[in-house]
């Protein structure tokens, strides 16, 4: 018991390494991209170049692998042995495969249609710029298609250092190529560098695979009743990722229209500041939720299956709301840090961070929609999530419609935040109405204190970086240091408030807190 706790915390461990410097690539990578293109012509055609073959992959066939291969290959894997698992698993990459070819060669075949569907440049030269380096990224799609079906195989295996490692390997190749190639090959070779990464990041999963035994071998037979449980299963759990691409893409094409287009570059540079920052939290606490609440599902354990929702909820809007205020706060110098500098100049810093202040909004819905649609599917109610998901789109439609025009940019993230909010409570009513929900008296008490305790914690962050920015002066140092000891002073603010008000998270991070103090 104890060596297989110590192998769990240990691959825990890893891959939270692992998982955490990609992200920090990432955003490295961002910077370079930044720095040398900006918010200008040729960054506006590449993100939404780049965007397209993303929003198709995340829409279609992220669900199918994430939520629906991994459980019914489980399944094979218990009931009849590695040979027929590895069997289905070579039917279904086999299926990924030519699906995902076949959407590769239309996306080549026919950018045009799809540019102009998700971008309105006013610029021509921009748009066929978009067009011609959509048919370069198009196939990312069959890459994607084929990686993350093999890190299907491996994840249902207890492998997952492999997986973990992908966005690692793409993003040192973009920055490889930044480092060196940028200057000779522009913008083209930058795409073909994102091409590069996308289809190592299958490669490296062929060695494990190998270890494990499994070779692929093409199987035709899509109508076994494996093949015919995902498909089964794919529907109502692709709603779940349509929303967030869908509104991305929404918000980029309304972008395409300010700025001269540089509205698509601030909305990417600050959505993917925020899905790194928000992302990372609310994947981890989902990742870990949803088969926990399959399990009291299965097993009829309503009662604790409601307990368990409550309490992460609970939790999780306890750590996400006072990093929304925070992040509100110190948008300006965290965007001028990480993004500032070359081409990236006050113009473009200034409509990113105001971008990310307002989105920064919608965190909390965010949070708590990932949780509830997971307890929705975890019971295999589908039709919940359909709704929320299509209202909350067209809400995203509508604000994006009447908001930009007056707003810009602000306009356009107060869009997104509102959407992924009404999706929060449009998940939330029918489990309250069927007394199944979070929303007791304690939980609404308790909310109202966080509210309190983030709304006091984002305004001493930002009086802090009032005091301190012209102390400490600009720069990356002086930003760095002026957002450290922000950041310090809104952890200590609201600790001290919540355990002041006495919540239960407030108080288990201070018992903690005491024992490694004893132990050291």
Request: charged content about 10%.
């Amino acid at each position: 018991m104890d060596a297989g706790h110590s192998k769990a915390t240990k691959t825990i461990t890893t891959v939270m390494v692992i998982t955490l410097l990609g992200k920090v690539l990432g955003l490295y990578r961002d910077r370079l991209l930044a720095v040398h293109y900006s918010v200008g012509m040729q960054a506006n055609a590449f993100f939404t170049a780049s965007r397209i073959p993303r929003v198709f992959f995340d829409a279609v066939f992220a669900s199918a692998i994430a939520a629906c291969f991994i459980p019914v290959f489980s399944e094979y894997l218990e009931q009849k042995g590695k040979k027929e698992a590895f069997r289905f698993a070579g039917c279904f990459i086999t299926a990924i495969s030519l699906l995902t070819a076949l959407l590769t060669a239309l996306g080549m075949l026919f950018p045009q249609p799809l540019v102009a569907l998700f971008a309105d440049y006013s610029d021509p030269q921009t748009t066929a710029l978009a067009v011609s380096l959509t048919r370069v990224m198009f196939p990312t799609v069959f890459f994607s298609g084929v990686a993350f079906s093999l890190v299907g195989v491996l994840q249902a295996q207890d492998h997952f250092t492999a997986p973990a490692l992908m966005s690692t390997l793409s993003n040192l190749v973009i920055i490889l190529y930044f480092w060196t190639g940028d200057s000779k090959l522009g913008i083209y070779g930058l795409a073909g560098a994102y091409l590069l990464g996308w289809l190592l990041q299958g490669v490296i999963q062929v060695p494990p695979l190998g270890r494990l035994g499994y070779r692929y071998r093409p199987d035709f037979h899509f109508f076994s009743p494996g093949m015919k449980k995902v498909f089964t299963l794919m529907a109502p759990v692709m709603v779940s990722t349509w929303v967030q691409p869908i509104t991305l893409a929404i918000n980029s094409r309304f972008g395409s229209q300010l700025y001269d287009g540089a509205g698509v570059s601030a909305l990417e540079y600050s959505s993917n500041l925020y899905l790194v920052i928000t992302g990372t939290f609310i994947l981890s606490v989902t990742n870990v939720i949803f088969p926990k609440l399959s399990r009291l599902t299965a097993g009829g354990q309503e009662s604790a299956f409601r307990d368990t929702l409550r309490q992460t909820v609970h939790s999780s809007l306890f750590f996400v709301l006072p990093m929304s205020a925070g992040l509100m706060a110190v948008s300006r110098p965290l965007i001028s840090l990480i993004y500032g500098g070359g081409a990236f100049d006050q113009f473009a810093v200034d409509i990113t961070s105001t971008a990310l202040i307002w989105m920064s909004l919608g965190m909390a819905g965010y949070a708590v929609q990932n949780i509830l649609s997971r307890a929705y599917f975890a019971r295999q109610e589908g039709r919940a999530p359909l709704v929320a998901g299509a209202v909350s789109i067209g809400v995203n439609i509508l604000l994006c419609a009447v908001l930009t025009g007056p707003l810009e940019v602000t306009g356009l993230a107060i869009a997104s935040a509102a959407s992924s909010t009404v999706y929060a409570l449009l998940l939330l009513i029918p489990m309250e109405h069927r007394g199944e929900g979070v929303l007791d008296r304690p939980f609404v008490g308790d909310l109202g204190k966080m509210l309190l305790s983030a709304l006091v914690t984002g305004l001493c962050a930002w009086g802090g970086l009032s005091l301190l920015s012209p102390l400490l002066g600009g720069g990356k140092l002086g930003e760095l240091l002026c957002l450290g000891v922000c950041a310090l002073v809104g952890v200590a603010v609201y600790a001290l408030l919540t355990l002041l008000l006495g919540l239960q998270e407030a108080r288990l991070g201070l018992d903690l807190v005491k024992r490694l103090i004893k132990r050291g």
